[in-house]
């Protein structure tokens, strides 16, 4: 994991803010969902991106490499 040098407190309803670098880098937007993952004793927030990354299609969702995609667009690719 990539330390970037940001330390934040955890304000009294337990909210933290992410820097607006960090969230123009991850394209991460104001209203955006992120997905919380716990390993070990490290906490991970991750974009939630529940459709095809392309098509924003919910059906029949495909990881791949860590993104998600439906079959049309993965047909797609392929060829």
Do not use: W
């Not at 040098?5 to 820097?19: A, E, F, S, T």
């Not at 029949?60 to 049309?72: A, E, L, Q």
């Amino acid at each position: 994991m990539k330390s970037t040098g940001i330390v934040r407190k955890i304000d009294g309803l337990g909210r933290v803010v992410l820097p607006i670098e960090l969230r123009r880098t991850l394209d991460i937007a104001e209203s955006d969902a992120l997905e919380i993952f716990v390993d070990n004793s490290t906490i991970v927030l991750k974009k939630y991106q529940p459709a095809c990354i392309f098509c924003d299609n919910a059906r029949d969702i495909k990881v791949y490499k860590g993104k998600n995609i439906c079959p049309n667009c993965l047909k797609e690719l392929a060829e």
